[in-house]
């Protein structure tokens, strides 16, 4: 089933339109907040079925934002290698492997 044959209507609302409405533009941790919102309402019971569909929607685009943000960082990240012959600044992109995960590559192990 594609992905746009299954559409969940909340609220008179499309989960489409619910996630843009969470797209609005926000800082980092201005969507972290809000998602950190998100998941105590969802938690601690009080909201009904339809609000807490709305609300798990929102939170969901919230994280997809969260997670491009992340992405578009970790690309931004140079490693600084040394200076080359003329003293500039010599760079590679940043690898974001973790770093028991690098020494096990170097080791074989």
Do not use: W
């Not at 919102?37 to 609000?51: A, F, K, M, P």
């Not at 290698?81 to 192990?109: C, M």
């Amino acid at each position: 089933m594609g992905r746009e044959s299954c559409r969940v209507h909340v609220m008179g609302q499309s989960v489409n339109q619910a996630m843009s409405d969470a797209n609005e533009p926000q800082t980092f941790e201005q969507a972290l907040a809000e998602l950190e919102r998100v998941v105590r309402d969802l938690e601690d019971g009080r909201t009904g079925l339809e609000e807490s569909l709305a609300r798990y929607e929102q939170g969901v685009a919230l994280l997809k934002r969260c997670y491009g943000q992340l992405r578009q960082a970790e690309h931004r990240i140079q490693e600084l290698i040394g200076p080359d012959a003329a003293g500039n600044p010599v760079t590679r992109p940043f690898e974001h492997v973790a770093t028991v995960e690098l020494a096990r590559s170097k080791t074989g192990g």
